[in-house]
């Protein structure tokens, strides 16, 4: 069964910071795409970033570049994202998901993980 | 970044009726949008792609179409389990997503 879990979220205080993980099964994670994507009610559906199958890629959004960083383990067949000096504006529901492949829509989501800050 | 803007906020559709949801972005993306759909609870779930390509297992009631800046998703008759949120997303450049249309029982 294809499937992305994701974990990591919970409470977290201003400041803290906090490392969501991905863990993957039913294809093959070295060969594949994934990105992290959050969504909040205030800001909808936001992209966060991404990483190159090898890992030797990323690239962040604009506006969080400095505070996150993405990375993976292939022999765990697992993806993370470190947060760091946590924000109120960082609360929302994270996702990690799978990109298609023959283009960069993505296919597969995993179910999400949430993160509130709060002191 | 590549603004996406959907309209309706909100459509209301009798169940068997045809749907039709736009997306503008505000610059020229080609044909790289994706249409997903989503569930209260759920993860979003990708429906098009490449503006006009269903992905695998999307029944043949949706259709995506557009290129440049002007795009649609069209669901010909309305199933009960069709009522949701609907995103647009630009990957031409970067990722952007549109606010979502709600998908309504009238």
């Known amino acids: 069964q294809v499937q992305l879990v994701e974990s990591g979220g919970g409470v977290v205080q201003p400041g803290k910071s906090l490392i969501l993980s991905c863990g993957v099964s039913?294809?093959?994670?070295?060969?594949?795409?994934i990105h992290w994507v959050r969504q909040s009610p205030s800001k909808g559906l936001e992209w966060v970033a991404v990483?190159?199958?090898?890992?030797?890629?990323?690239y962040y959004a604009d506006s969080l570049k400095g505070r996150f960083t993405i990375s993976r383990d292939n022999s765990k067949n697992t993806l993370y994202l470190q947060v760091n000096s946590l924000r109120a504006e960082d609360a929302a529901v994270y996702y990690c998901?799978?990109?298609?492949?023959?283009?960069?829509?993505?296919?597969?989501w995993g179910q999400g993980t949430m993160v509130t800050v709060s002191s | 970044e590549i603004v996406m803007t959907q309209s309706p906020a909100t459509l209301s559709v009798s169940p068997g009726e045809r749907a039709t949801l736009s997306c503008r972005a505000r610059q020229t993306i080609s044909s790289s949008l994706a249409w997903y759909q989503q569930k209260p609870g759920q993860a979003p779930r990708l429906l098009i792609y490449?503006?006009?390509t269903r992905a695998t297992g999307i029944p043949a009631r949706f259709s995506g179409s557009g290129s440049g800046t002007e795009f649609s998703l069209t669901i010909s008759s309305l199933q009960s389990e069709d009522f949701a949120v609907y995103y647009c997303q630009q990957y031409k450049n970067g990722y952007t997503f549109g606010q979502g249309t709600k998908l309504e029982i009238k």
């Open positions: 490449g503006a006009s």
């Open positions: 998901a799978r990109e298609i492949g023959v283009t960069d829509a993505f296919d597969i």
């Open positions: 990483i190159s199958s090898d890992g030797n890629n990323k």
């Open positions: 039913g294809f093959t994670f070295s060969d594949s795409v």
